[in-house]
C-alpha cells in the first residue's frame, strides 16, 4: 500500500522555540494531507487540510499563526509549531488519500511525538 | 459528515471472535465505512472498508445491514497483539474528504 513518512518521530523543544514536522508521501502525489493532533487517550482531532499550492484550511478553533502548514510540492506537507508552548506537547499525525485500485484509503504517517519543556 | 457512535471499551480473551459494533445513523448515500486499528504513539491503519453487505479480508470481516445505520466489524479469533483502539469512520470517496475521527473501541484482549 501507499506509504506516508513522517520526520522525525520524536522532538523535545524548549518553550518559545518553533519545530517544523514533515510528512511525506513516498510512492504517491498527495494534492491534499491533513493534519491530527491527538493527546493521551484522546481520538485524533482534524486540524487542517493541507492543499498543494494554496493555503491550508484550519478547523475551528485551530490557530493558524500558530501552526504554520506549507505544502509546496505533492509529496510534501510541513507543519510548523511556531513559539511552542507546554500545552503544544501532543501527538502529531499526517494523512494523504491514495487510490489503492479497489478503494480510496486514508493513509497515516507514524506520528511525531512533541514534548515541549 | 455522519457521525458515528461506537462502545468505549470491550474486553476479550486471546483466540475468541470481537464484534464491535458501530452506529451511524445519518449516514449518506454515498458513504463508504472505514475502519481503522491505532496502537500506542503509531498512525491508525487501515483495516476493512465497505459499503454494503459483507466485506472480508484477511484480517476481518465487516457486516453492514441493509439500512446501513450501524455496521459490525468482527476480528476472528483475537491474540493479545490485537490490543487497540478501533475507530469506525463514515464518508464519501472524494480524494478530498476529511477524515474526521470519532471517539473509537479500545479493545483490550486478554490471555
Known amino acids: 500500500g501507499a506509504v506516508v513518512s513522517q520526520h522525525p518521530s520524536r522532538v523535545i523543544c524548549k518553550s518559545g522555540t518553533s519545530v517544523k514536522i514533515e510528512c511525506r508521501s513516498l510512492?504517491?502525489?498527495?494534492?491534499?494531507m491533513f493534519w491530527y493532533r491527538q493527546f493521551p487517550k484522546q481520538s485524533l482531532m482534524l486540524m487542517a487540510t493541507?492543499?498543494?499550492?494554496?493555503?491550508?484550511?484550519?478547523e475551528q478553533g485551530v490557530e493558524k499563526d500558530k501552526f504554520l502548514i506549507n505544502h509546496a510540492s505533492l509529496t510534501l506537507s510541513t507543519l510548523t509549531v511556531t513559539s511552542a508552548h507546554p500545552e503544544d506537547s501532543s501527538f502529531y499525525i499526517c494523512s494523504a488519500r491514495a487510490w489503492t485500485g479497489q478503494n480510496t484509503e486514508a493513509f497515516f504517517g507514524q506520528g511525531t511525538r512533541l514534548t515541549v519543556v | 459528515l455522519a457521525k458515528t457512535t461506537q462502545p468505549i471499551s470491550m474486553d476479550s480473551y486471546e483466540g475468541q471472535e470481537v464484534n464491535i459494533t458501530c452506529s451511524h445513523n445519518?449516514?449518506?448515500?454515498?458513504?463508504?465505512i472505514t475502519w481503522y486499528q491505532q496502537f500506542p504513539s503509531q498512525g491508525p491503519r487501515f483495516i476493512i472498508q465497505g459499503y454494503k453487505t459483507k466485506v472480508t479480508n484477511e484480517v476481518a470481516s465487516l457486516f453492514i445491514p441493509a439500512d446501513r445505520k450501524s455496521s459490525t466489524l468482527s476480528l476472528p479469533r483475537v491474540s493479545l497483539s490485537d490490543t487497540a483502539v478501533y475507530y469506525c469512520?463514515?464518508?464519501?470517496?472524494?480524494?478530498?474528504?476529511?477524515?474526521?475521527f470519532g471517539a473509537g473501541t479500545r479493545l483490550f484482549v486478554k490471555a
Open positions: 469512520l463514515v464518508g464519501d470517496q472524494a480524494g478530498g474528504f476529511k477524515t474526521i
Open positions: 510512492d504517491f502525489q498527495a494534492t491534499t
Open positions: 493541507s492543499n498543494e499550492g494554496s493555503k491550508a484550511t484550519y
Open positions: 445519518n449516514i449518506a448515500t454515498n458513504d463508504y
